[in-house]
């Protein structure tokens, strides 16, 4: 089978990892002088090289890495059953354990890693990611490293981008990897996603770009009114985004990119944001929040422009 893009032009050393992060800075000067690292928290959105940094640190350490997702593998004893095998086997190299989505760890399996982190720290290193810090329990947070990895800024995307493009020699606009730079919303593995499913014979067909969700046309039907086509927007943005990050990217929309909403209107606005964000933690249908959500936006915009 074909590899992905997202895997072939996955960053394999520190220079290839973009974006700029001081603690990223730091860590690669303790790998590389001290050949050691500490255990770690990787915390950022999806897409951000979270993965990509545990392997580079695992590249340049030439350690032996094993990678558990924490949301496969839910019960702690299946982990703590792994990790024993791991640190008990193999070589004499530095050893890492990378474990994906501790966020979905309840707090209880939460603790049993903390001790699995202490009982284990002389004969491995712990790299946990996170898309959520406020999940993961101060016990593990001050027996960690943490480092936060913002959200890609566009011209980010688009030089990772543009390393995917001239390396596969691919026929695109330069306007058009600007909208897909903008549709990727700092997220690179979709961005590198979208571009190849887009390819024909090494040419991107941009009227791919037509069909992925766009949280900003989202918001603009719902300021004309028009519900059922922000509907459909929105079935296309949850194709790549999951529910909670879709309110995080309306958040980031509205304060940034729509001058057409008077300010009044846009803390109010907020303020539902917040609450629906919290609904979403406790929903069982989280599509029903989301539907409600976009109801009550499009009530919120009318009667802001009739206040005008
Ligand atoms: N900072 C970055 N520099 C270079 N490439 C990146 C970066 N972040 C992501 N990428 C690209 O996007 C792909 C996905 O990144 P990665 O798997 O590291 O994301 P992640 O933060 O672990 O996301 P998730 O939370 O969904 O697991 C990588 O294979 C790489 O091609
Ligand atoms: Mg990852």
């Not at 050691?36 to 392997?55: F, W």
């Not at 069909?211 to 296309?236: A, I, P, Q």
């Not at 846009?266 to 029903?288: F, H, N, Q």
């Amino acid at each position: 089978m074909k590899e992905l893009l997202v895997e072939k032009y996955r960053p394999k050393k520190f220079e290839d990892w973009v974006g700029n992060n001081k603690d990223v800075e730091i860590l690669k000067d303790m790998v590389r002088k001290e050949k050691n690292i500490p255990h770690l928290l990787l915390v950022g959105s999806p897409g951000t090289g979270k993965t990509s940094l545990a392997y580079i640190i695992k590249n340049e350490l030439d350690a032996e890495m094993m990678e558990i997702n924490a949301s496969d593998d839910r019960g702690i004893d299946v982990i703590r059953g792994k990790v024993k095998f791991f640190v008990k086997t193999g070589g004499v190299k530095f050893k890492i354990l990378l474990l994906d989505e501790a966020d979905m760890l309840t707090e209880e399996s939460q603790h049993a890693l903390r001790r699995m982190m202490e009982k284990y720290s002389q004969s491995c290193r712990f790299i946990l990611t996170a898309n959520y810090e406020n999940k993961i329990i101060d016990a593990i947070k001050s027996r960690v490293k943490v480092i936060r990895l913002e959200r890609l800024t566009k011209e980010n995307i688009k030089t990772i981008l543009k390393r995917v493009i001239d390396g596969e020699g691919i026929l695109i606009d330069s306007n058009v990897i600007d909208r897909l730079a903008e549709l990727a919303n700092g997220d690179a593995r979709k961005a590198i996603n979208i571009l190849e499913s887009g390819l024909v014979d090494k040419k991107f067909d941009s009227s791919t770009l037509e069909k992925v969700g766009d949280v900003g046309k989202m918001l603009n039907f719902l300021l004309e009114g028009r519900f059922e086509d922000s509907l459909r927007e929105l079935d296309l943005i949850l194709q790549t985004t999951n529910e909670r990050e879709v309110i995080n990217l309306i958040f980031n929309s509205l304060l940034l990119n729509t001058p057409q909403i008077n300010n009044k209107i846009k803390y109010v606005v907020g303020v539902k944001l917040a609450e629906y964000e919290d609904r979403l933690t406790r929903s069982a249908y989280p599509y029903i929040q989301l539907y409600s959500l976009l109801v009550e936006l499009m009530y919120l915009f009318r009667k802001g422009s009739e206040q005008k």
